[in-house]
């Protein structure tokens, strides 16, 4: 059964993640006041497929000067990853039991990285290892905000165990009196997972694609795929965290598609930031804000219990 859910999991993610870039090209036509994809099957439902198979069929390419063993392993080790991430999705019937899983997925993060880096140096490729040191710099400076942040919620829950995030919100959702720590959580999202504003693996500068220049067909694809599926979990862990967290519901799945929405809806409405202003925004901004979030929410939980 173990072994079942996981294979029905991983195939719901790739059809999720399918439908998702449908959505994002559909959502920034509407934007750019056009239609999007809507040739290829009933209102463009089998494009994501029709790319897929484009993007598999097309030719592996790999640079000459290229570290190629690497150079090969790196979108595998992405995809993996990714994958990984994926077995913290909380079942109400625990085939999988995480009593640690706030630590499991800061190590997977912390790993992502590694694959970025991998990628970009192995192409031995200049604009693709100048993408890979910036999207890394901004990863890791990210990460930090990122922890404090979920370390203030874990106060209040004590445990590393995401289910437990459902059982404490069943009165209050905890995004009622930390909203300021949920933008900074959105933020540091959309800046873990290279999306615009923050999209500076694929900065103007260079005008490539980024750490992933020199890849083409499969490789691109796991790239792509692994992306997109950090997109939709990020998304999830917001539900879960700051949004009730029921993940037995309907409602809590409408809320995961939002949540993708407002990723998209960034991407199509803001412009891109300028790097130094990035740093200073998460080392300056979410830095001080979560530390003092931290230091509040640690002493009122003090005081309540000198009071009980």
């Known amino acids: 059964m173990f072994i079942l859910s996981m294979i029905v999991l991983i195939i719901c993610i790739l059809v999720a993640v399918a439908f998702v870039t449908l959505l994002e090209r559909k959502i ?25 198979l484009k993007l598999f069929f097309k030719e592996q390419t790999y640079p000459y000067m290229s570290n190629f063993i690497i150079y090969y392993m790196a979108p595998v080790f992405m995809l993996m990853l ?32 590694y694959g970025t880096l991998m990628c970009g140096w192995s192409s031995n490729s200049n604009y693709s290892f100048l993408g890979a040191l910036r999207a890394v710099a901004q990863t890791i400076s990210y990460e930090v905000s990122m922890a404090l942040i979920l370390i203030c919620l874990l106060l209040f829950i004590f445990s590393f165990n995401f289910i437990n995030f459902m059982i404490f919100q069943s009165y209050s959702w905890f995004i009622m009196f930390s909203l300021p720590l949920f933008f900074s959580w959105v933020s540091s999202c959309l800046a873990e997972t290279n999306r615009s504003p923050f999209d500076f693996a694929e900065g103007e500068s260079e005008l490539v694609s980024g750490f992933n220049v020199e890849y083409s067909g499969g490789g691109f694809a796991f790239i792509f ?16 965290i700051f949004l009730g967290g029921d993940f037995y519901s309907l409602f809590f799945f409408m809320k995961l598609v939002f949540m993708i929405f407002i990723f998209i809806w960034v991407r199509g409405s803001l412009p891109r930031f300028r790097y130094d202003k990035l740093m200073y925004l998460t080392w300056k901004g979410f830095l001080p804000l979560s530390l003092n979030y931290l230091l509040f929410f640690s002493g009122f939980l003090i005081f309540l219990l000198l009071i009980l």
């Open 225 to 240: 795929l692994s992306e997109y599926m950090n997109i939709i979990f990020m998304s999830l862990l917001c539900c879960i």
């Open 28 to 52: 920034l036509g509407y934007i750019q006041l056009r239609k999007g994809p809507n040739k290829v099957g009933f209102m463009g439902l089998l494009q994501p497929f029709s790319d897929g």
């Open 82 to 113: 990714s994958f990984m991430l994926w077995v913290l999705f909380p079942f109400l019937v625990n085939v999988f039991d995480f009593n640690l899983g706030v630590l499991f997925f800061f190590c997977c993060t912390g790993l992502g990285v």
